[in-house]
């Protein structure tokens, strides 16, 4: 008879397993340490060291490649080694074309965390959260461990603990550094160390999308200088950058037919990007909110998020299958999202953290939808003010309910056209995205810079470090 064990339970096992393995591992080589040490006098030798990384970085995901792919290039421009560990086979670290980036895949489900929990370095950075709550123990060979929040948003979102045992935290904004104090407070947790360094990622769009308006304005010049050679009188109606399915509206406003001037009303791009899960607004409002935006008559794109396409199948099979593509409806599954940020003219969204990658870095209004967020899950649950960034969302356009759908085009005009939503975005951006331009660069001067401390023996102890000095 073949006993079943359910994957929770099969899970915790493994935790607990592993637990007693890396006491037992961490004992037997203390008492070698010893002997050796009182052999030789206590003196400890270079060999002792070695095979200890100075930087590490831990992904749990490709995605994230975006985050750590411009603080890898800060630190090939230094001359730094950095070893990349990642969980995703296909992770583009693994081809990167950065001689100092040494990437390595640690396999899948727990033989990352195994491999994780038993690592030698002197930093590690990593997007990851609940370091030493599930299965990713701190490894007593790991001297500093910094975390890098993979959004600009909350960090008070994380689920319960998420960010308890780094000692390091690199933020954004006051809100960050506020909610992390705040958790300290009340769980009587020793202070991390809180840096404030920006947001790297969204530096790099921001270079791009500026790289894309320089193009466009060369080109632009380059059509202007071409139609005044032939002698003819420029005529932009056909250029590509006036589509309104490119997010510009240029040209497409007025109508000069048989004399008469007559307004044509824009035709926006609106670009549905929720969330999943049953607080998702495809959950929520399922067909209604997908018909209302078809019947403004403007170009409609929807990003689901990658997770529905697995735990939501059935219900986007239904809702694409009802609403296919056509010339004036699409879905989107690019891997890069930047091409259907830019060309889109306003965003949908609920909880996503791509609102703020939308907001900004393009400028862009985001209509968030009203919804009941359960936090208990979640260590804002502790704090008594709601998490910074929904007081925000009301500051970045009209916020939607389930009884405005039916007045989504009024709504979307509103906040495409109003100046006061300009004007409340760009405060948003100001309290979001401070050291913008060089985040990555801050990066590594930080990490640097607390390799050398470390050294120097100026950096108080991680977490375990009593245990970590009897077993070393």
């Not at 400890?44 to 994230?64: A, G, L, M, P």
């Not at 080694?81 to 640690?106: G, H, Q």
């Amino acid at each position: 008879m073949l006993l079943y064990i359910d994957p929770g339970t099969g899970s915790m096992l493994f935790t607990i397993l592993l637990g007693v393995l890396s006491a037992g591992v961490y004992f037997i080589r203390g008492l070698v340490l010893k002997i050796k040490y009182s052999v030789g006098s206590g003196k400890r030798t270079r060999d002792d060291d070695e095979n200890i990384s100075e930087f590490v970085i831990f992904s749990d995901h490709k995605r994230y490649w975006n985050i750590f792919e411009p603080i890898c290039r800060e630190m090939e421009k230094r001359g730094k080694e950095v070893v990349y560990l990642t969980a995703s086979s296909d992770d583009p670290a693994l081809d990167s074309d950065l001689s100092n980036v040494k990437a390595k895949f640690l396999g899948e489900g727990n033989k990352t965390y195994a491999a994780l929990n038993f690592l030698k370095a002197k930093i590690v950075l990593s997007t990851t959260p609940s370091l030493d709550v599930f299965q990713w123990k701190r490894s007593r060979d790991v001297r500093y461990y910094v975390h890098i929040p993979h959004s600009a948003g909350n960090l008070s979102l994380y689920r319960m603990y998420g960010l308890d045992y780094y000692d390091a935290v690199l933020t954004n904004g006051d809100y960050q550094e506020d909610q992390v104090k705040g958790l300290e407070a009340i769980r009587k947790m020793p202070a991390k160390e809180l840096v404030r360094i920006g947001v790297p990622y969204l530096d790099e769009m921001q270079k791009r999308l500026e790289g894309v308006s320089d193009r466009t304005k060369d080109s632009n010049k380059d059509s202007l200088k071409a139609s005044t050679d032939a002698g003819t009188k420029f005529d932009n109606s056909n250029d590509s950058t006036n589509d309104p399915k490119n997010g510009n509206q240029q040209g497409a406003q007025h109508d000069y037919r048989h004399g008469i001037h007559q307004d044509i009303e824009k035709k926006y791009t609106i670009l549905l990007a929720p969330s999943w899960g049953k607080s998702g607004m495809l959950s929520r409002f399922g067909s209604d909110i997908l018909k209302a935006l078809k019947d403004t008559g403007y170009h409609i794109i929807v990003r689901p998020h990658p997770q529905s396409f697995t735990a939501e199948k059935k219900m986007l099979d239904e809702l694409m299958a009802e609403f296919p593509d056509s010339e004036d409806f699409e879905w989107n599954r690019d891997n890069d999202n930047f091409e259907v940020l830019k060309k889109s003219d306003l965003m949908i969204s609920d909880f996503s953290g791509v609102i703020f990658d939308f907001a900004l870095v393009f400028g862009k209004p985001v209509m968030c939808t009203k919804t009941d967020f359960d936090l208990n899950p979640y260590d804002a649950s502790w704090l008594e003010e709601e998490p910074w960034t929904f007081s925000a969302f009301p500051k970045l356009g009209h916020i939607l309910t389930e009884e405005g759908i039916s007045d989504i085009k009024r709504l979307i005009n509103d906040s495409i056209e109003s100046d006061e939503y300009k004007k409340s975005r760009e405060e948003v951006r100001d309290a979001m995205w401070q050291h913008r331009g060089h985040g990555a660069a801050d990066v590594a001067d930080y990490l640097i810079n607390k390799s050398a401390e470390l050294d120097r023996g100026d950096v108080t102890d991680t977490v375990d470090s009593s245990d970590a000095a009897t077993a070393s």
